[in-house]
């Protein structure tokens, strides 16, 4: 077994006793890199001699203890997440040179843990997609079938775990941008209750709904990971001040006695009959191992996705604004006037699903169209905040599918934005409502593409999340699978 292939906790053990060094691991991570990149596409800025470099400092220091939990483990962070002096693009064009002055606070969690960063991953331009084929530096391809789509906007960050070309990796979540890729490349992904971990430093989309969380090859790590990275953090407005729970120590409690909720607005029309094969199986399975299966309704389910494309766009037009050429980014050559040079270097430096997002955001704040649309949008986040706080009083969890269907094939959905949108809508209200999601690889379609199954709860339940989540991955047997397609 090649040491990039092995888990966070595995290789802890390892280091720990003295059996492997923190650049032995890292070279077995880079050689991987040679091996796969060119199929799979994972990395837009590989930061080699620095990861060795920081992998030779560990091993000098043997600094693995109980304080630096990620000491000598190389870890990859989607292209979003900012990291003093390396590229950080956030998949645009109009960011193709920037570097950043200073580290987000989850990259300083990340270094004071001892982790290894080895580079930057690929991701829809501004976390702005469904599939990961609207980044401007190449489409990256899914490790388990090369033609398919990695799924969005965290593409890169689930292609590389699955690809073995990082240990574990970083993403962001909007409406679905961990959940999703987790679910199509068949690797752990949690988007923690909004609050949870500190966004400073994360390039914003939408600053309501966007949240950072780990994606890994089993439930244990996506533990650990989330452990280090949550917390409270000043520089963030929107951080919440609460003691972070152990969450390792909630895995093996099991889920006798735990009421399961099953929304039955999740399992409507639309929905692959393979993918509910697989979700109606884990269903049984926790059935059988003691928790007791109820229905829930979540009755605004279907308005989640109108709501999500007027609030999301609208922040989006306001965070963009930013780009204007002046003080970073891509500026336009010889503009003759200002409003040329704001005008061109917008229209080359964005890409066209990020203009449509803008200018859609723009219109639903304008005068006269703001209390139709924008505010209209408010109103039905409340009931759907409404919608998961009743479900909640009758269970502990809720399951579902994460996607309507395993990944589509790369170029399919090209001339029908609509249906990619359409991907997100079970995802899509964990964001809006700020409850936290984990995907969790519960079975394979008849192509052979993973399936991900979705575990949501209450405000700051993730450790009721892990604690089905590990009983379910011990059922399944799916952890340690790894794609046949590279």
């Known amino acids: 077994m090649e040491l990039n292939s092995l888990t966070i906790h595995q290789l802890q053990e390892m280091l720990a006793k003295g059996e492997v060094s923190s650049v032995e691991i890292t070279e077995s991570v880079l050689t991987r890199i040679d091996q796969v990149e060119s199929k799979v596409g994972a990395y837009i800025t590989l930061d080699r001699d620095n990861a060795l470099a920081q992998a030779a400092e560990a091993d000098k220091q043997q600094a693995f203890t109980a304080a630096r939990p990620l000491a000598g483990i190389p870890l990859a962070l989607k292209d979003v997440v900012c990291t003093e002096g390396l590229r950080t693009t956030s998949g645009s064009k109009i960011l193709e040179s920037f570097i950043p002055p200073y580290d987000a606070t989850l990259v300083t969690k990340l270094k004071e843990a001892g982790a290894i960063i080895l580079g930057k991953l690929s991701m829809d331009e501004f976390a702005m997609g469904s599939a990961n084929e609207n980044c401007a530096f190449g489409v990256p391809h899914n490790p388990w079938a090369l033609d398919h789509v990695c799924g969005g906007s965290s593409g890169g960050s689930a292609a590389a775990v699955a690809a073995d070309e990082c240990i574990a990796s970083i993403g962001s979540d909007t409406g679905g941008s961990i959940r999703l890729p987790a679910s199509h490349c068949g690797v752990v992904g949690v988007k923690p209750t909004y609050g ?56 093996d409690q099991g889920v006798r006695g735990m009421k399961v909720g099953i929304p039955k607005e999740y399992f409507e029309e639309g929905l692959a009959p393979e993918v509910e094969a697989a979700v109606r199986n884990t269903i049984s399975i926790l059935e059988k191992a003691g928790a007791e299966i109820i229905e829930v309704s979540l009755p605004h389910t279907s308005y989640g996705v109108a709501a999500y494309y007027v609030i999301a766009p609208a922040e989006a037009s306001s965070n963009l604004a930013r780009y204007d050429g002046v003080r970073f980014g891509h500026r336009t050559k010889d503009p003759e006037t200002l409003v040329e040079m704001y005008k061109k270097s ?22 006269g169209y703001y209390d139709a649309y924008y505010k209209k949008a408010l109103q039905v986040r409340t009931l759907i905040v409404n919608d998961f706080k009743a479900a909640f009083a009758k269970c502990d969890i809720m399951v579902s599918p994460v ?11 090209d001339d029908d934005p609509l249906s990619v949108y359409l991907s997100d809508i079970l995802t899509i209200s964990a964001n809006l409502s700020g409850v936290p999601g984990l995907s969790l690889p519960c079975g394979f379609s008849n192509e052979g593409l993973p399936i991900g199954l979705q575990i949501q709860a209450a405000h700051f339940g993730e450790e009721k999340l892990f604690q089905a989540a590990s009983c379910l991955e011990q059922e399944l047997g799916l952890a340690g699978r790894k794609p046949t397609a590279i």
Not at 221 to 226: E, G, K, N, R, S
Not at 346 to 367: D, H, N, P, Q, W
């Open 403 to 413: 996607s309507p269907s395993p990944a589509w094939r790369i170029g399919e959905k």
């Open 196 to 251: 949870r971990v500190s966004r400073y430093g994360l390039i914003a989309y939408a600053s309501s709904l966007d949240q950072l969380g780990p994606l890994t090859k089993d439930v244990r790590d996506a533990a650990l990971m989330l452990k280090t990275i949550s917390g409270y953090d000043r520089l963030d407005s929107t951080s919440l001040n609460l003691p972070v729970p152990d969450y390792v120590a909630a895995l």
């Open 346 to 367: 917008k229209s080359e430096g964005f890409g066209e699903e990020v203009k449509r997002r803008i200018m859609i955001g723009t219109y639903v704040l304008s005068a």
